[in-house]
């Protein structure tokens, strides 16, 4: 019997499916709609594992709603903006352009191979001008509506990529791309004002009842919505400096006082910009980042001014006043009230200068005598050493307690105060999207004229400068505008811009005069599922959620406030990690084993490898595998199969050679059961003598709509085991005189080509040549099952086999095994902790 042939096979049905355009996205009002979407790749030159798990899940899911009847929207583009092609050009002495042009070529090349429904004639770029013309035209209608604005303001700035990152940009004080410290740095910044609409995407989050809590949660923190007060604090030592204001979350511990720190942008650093001391502690400042990782991180320290602060509760109680690292002008107003003993950050200030550390919140239950010494307590608890404020709940009644005095004292005010701080979108780079702006010779700013549009980047450049390479093009700088010589701005957008709003242009991606048409929008948008890592929950979903909201504010003719209806994350593909004796990463190609035990160096086969830790896969620990090799050694359908089938989406998916190989063997089993059901299919033509099997039916019509609901629900690691049930169904009825056989079977391809259209396509395409991609409808009446053989266990163990026309809820099956005698014995004194229950098929009972 042939074995597959899945090179010649996957390249007869790319063929066919380009030229009949299958799943082809067209506004039709008549017809559902169904817009999937995987966040797109940055072509950085080759596929790697993560991008064949993303796309195949979205393209299982676009699959299976084409075939329900749905009109379905299935694009692919390019994140094509970015440091990694600036860098790589400076690198190789490349144009960024054509760098990132090739790389896309072959990413395009590798993704067909996996056999994607994609779209391909909706393909987008974010590089191409065609792309980003519409961007700028974005960027000044926002500037219109106020939403984007120019300022000096600190920044992180990455001193080796040399441009500054978003707070989001920052991890554990590093910046995400290039691994350095950041610095805090003073630049004129553009920004969009993402803050005004913090309670909106705060309150929307309500309504995404198809996200994941746990994205949903990251947004809410990051928002950061919180009650506080405003208050007051009268100063002494400066006739100039009456008060001091500033926010707080914790006015009930303003008794455990030590300090005030201001930031060193607070008005009042005017009267000490003369000392010399007062300005290396300002530059010792800018050594920290500007987000609170980095702040965190950073070493506190401080420079103690002449002026003292009244606590506002009790005026004989005076602080001193310190500028600290750790103060930001955009959190309040760049002054906060230190209580050492209920702040760690406070704590290790105070530690640091000697001052007082007062303890006035205390666990519940505890004494007077509970002090902090070098731990600050910041649970909940009872208030004590604070007079008036002793013995209330902390914090539902101490808070409202102690705004209502600094109200009824006028020196304080209830507020609330966000954590979301407005986006920084410039960036001090070539390979970006141009900022359609200019200034006149006043520094004024001028809009650049739409009929200018598209302001495009300068091309075959010298990359290998200082700082920013668009500052050193002074003929692409000048401009004329309404008479006037102008000075074009020079930083770039952030590529975060480029994504933001990716998805519109997709409804009207041929639309040369216009980013969409609105027409097109109000049919396709929002987008009915997007699929992408959770690693992008903050930076990108939640600016996509601000662009939606920016457009459509003061414009009655667009109406979508959140982009994406329904969001999946799915998980990491990972692999373990590998190392030689010198402790330098190898790649699993470098190494080889003959028991699956010990590991060796394939350059050094005397050489015993370490084997690390699994991880997600990653270039520099070179612990990933190459989709292309393995496509082309197992086919498509095999890697589709694999990577969907080890466990649920959502969750990380190790990578392993028996895993693929178990899904390449099935293929081959499967194919072979299709040359056994077509070989029959010759033989009884004609034959009067076949009989009608209703278990044929019953059995054809559950796996459906097992499969319609696993779908539905992303359980695709369960579909694998399915398609294992009905190859082991039908290689048992294979050779029976079952007239309603070839019908069920094919029905049973149809749902099954989400996961392996190349292999499904081909048996159809074999018995049934004028079949359509419909899916099957699924008959009611063989959805009940007649008969159910349930597994008993305890405590793991197989006890009993039930078996039953009755179909059983948890808690009478469990009073029907309380009943039988043959199981009594492993109940009788023991209690029931706890039960695993599959309905129809199990029960695990956990005793003691």
């Not at 942008?265 to 800018?286: L, T, V």
């Not at 199981?823 to 695990?844: H, Q, R």
Request: net charge positive; proline share 4%.
């Amino acid at each position: 019997m042939s074995r597959y042939n899945f090179k010649i096979v996957e390249k007869k049905w790319q063929l066919f499916w380009d030229k009949n355009k299958y799943f082809e996205a067209k506004k039709n009002l008549n017809q559902k709609k169904f817009y999937c979407l995987e966040m797109f790749p940055y072509p950085s030159g080759k596929i790697h594992m993560g991008h064949v798990r993303n796309y195949t899940i979205g393209d299982v899911l676009a699959r299976f709603k084409a075939m329900q009847g749905y009109n379905v929207l299935h694009p692919m583009g390019w994140d094509s903006f970015g440091m990694p092609a600036e860098n790589a050009a400076k690198q190789n002495n490349l144009d960024p352009k054509e760098w990132t042009e090739k790389n896309i070529s072959t990413m395009r090349t590798q993704l067909k191979k996996l056999g994607l429904s994609i779209d391909w004639t909706k393909e987008i770029s974010t590089c191409s001008p065609e792309y980003y013309k519409h961007q700028q035209i974005f960027f000044l209608e926002l500037y219109d509506k106020g939403l984007v604005y120019r300022k000096e303001n600190y920044v992180n700035w990455d001193p080796v990529d040399k441009t500054v990152l978003a707070n989001e940009q920052v991890i554990d004080g590093k910046g995400w791309r290039s691994g350095a410290m950041v610095e805090r740095k003073k630049l004129n910044q553009w920004f969009f004002n993402i803050s005004k609409f913090s309670d909106e995407l705060l309150l929307g989050l309500e309504g995404l009842t198809e996200w994941p809590n746990k994205v949903k949660t990251m947004q809410k923190n990051w928002i950061g919505k919180s009650f506080g007060c405003e208050i007051d604090f009268k100063i002494e030592g400066n006739n100039e400096v009456e008060y001091i204001k500033c926010f707080t979350t914790r006015p009930d511990t303003l008794f455990g006082i030590s300090f005030l720190a201001l930031s060193v942008d607070h008005p009042i650093a005017k009267f000490y910009e003369h000392k010399e001391e007062f300005n290396k502690f300002k530059k010792d400042c800018s050594t920290t980042g500007t987000t609170e990782e980095s702040i965190a991180q950073a070493e506190k320290i401080g420079f103690k001014t002449d002026l003292v602060a009244l606590n506002p509760f009790d005026k004989n109680i005076k602080v001193p006043v310190y500028f600290a690292n750790f103060v930001l002008m955009d959190y309040g107003f760049g002054a906060v009230f230190g209580c050492p003993a209920h702040d760690q950050r406070d704590l290790d200030f105070a530690l640091k200068y000697n001052l007082d550390i007062k303890t006035v919140v205390k666990p519940k239950g505890e004494n007077d005598t509970f002090k902090v010494e070098k731990k600050a307590y910041t649970d909940s608890g009872v208030i004590f050493n604070s007079k008036f404020l002793n013995n209330l709940k902390v914090p539902e009644e101490s808070i409202l307690e102690a705004i209502k005095v600094l109200e009824e004292k006028k020196i304080g005010k209830k507020k609330i105060n966000f954590r979301l701080k407005d986006w920084g979108i410039s960036r001090q780079r070539y390979w970006g999207c141009p900022i359609p702006i200019a200034y006149n010779k006043n520094n004024q700013i001028v809009k650049i004229p739409k009929e200018n549009l598209p302001l495009k980047l300068p091309e075959n450049i010298n990359l290998n400068t200082t700082g920013n390479p668009l500052d050193h093009q002074h003929d692409w700088k000048k401009i004329t505008i309404d008479g006037d010589e102008c000075t074009i701005e020079t930083d770039t957008l952030d590529t975060f811009v480029d994504s933001s709003w990716y998805f519109l242009r997709f409804c009207s991606s041929n639309n040369a005069s216009s980013a969409f048409d609105i027409d097109d929008l109000n049919y396709w948008m929002p987008v009915d599922q997007y699929i992408g890592g959770v690693e992008h929950a903050i930076l990108h979903l939640l600016y996509s959620r601000f662009f939606m909201r920016a457009l459509s504010y003061k414009n009655e003719k667009i109406n979508i406030e959140e982009p994406f209806k329904g969001l999946f994350t799915q998980g990491m593909v990972c692999h373990p990690t590998y190392k030689n004796q010198k402790n330098n990463w190898l790649s699993p190609e470098e190494v080889f084993s003959d028991d699956g035990k010990n590991y060796y160096n394939k350059s050094d086969p005397s050489e015993k490898v370490i084997v690390g830790t699994t991880e997600s896969m990653s270039k520099s620990k070179k612990n990933t595998i190459d989709p292309e090799k393995i496509i082309a050694e197992y086919g498509a359908d095999a890697v589709r199969l694999f990577i969907l089938s080890d466990s649920p989406p959502e969750k990380d998916v190790q990578w392993s050679d028996q895993g693929i190989n178990a899904s390449y063997k099935f293929i081959q089993k499967f194919w072979e059961l299709h040359a056994a059901i077509k070989s029959r299919i010759k033989l009884e033509e004609g034959n009067k003598n076949l009989i009608f099997n209703d278990e044929v039916e019953e059995f054809t019509n559950q796996q459906i709509n097992k499969i319609n609901i696993n779908l539905e629900k992303f359980r695709y690691n369960v579909i694998v085991a399915n398609l294992h049930e009905i190859y082991n169904f039908f290689n048992k009825i294979s050779d029976k005189n079952y007239k309603n056989l070839v019908n069920n079977y094919i029905k049973i391809l149809k749902v099954m080509s989400p996961l392996v259209p190349h292999l499904a396509f081909e048996c159809l395409n074999e018995i049934s040549k004028k079949e359509n991609f419909l899916w099957p409808e699924i008959n009611q009446k063989y959805l009940k099952n007649k008969h159910f053989n349930i597994v008993v266990q305890i405590n793991g163990k197989k006890r009993a086999l039930f078996e039953s026309q009755d179909s059983f809820e948890e808690n009478d099956l469990i009073e029907k095994i309380k009943k039988t005698e043959e199981l009594t014995k492993f109940l009788e004194n023991k209690k029931i902790v706890k039960s695993i229950f599959i309905k129809d098929k199990l029960i695990n009972l956990i005793i003691k």
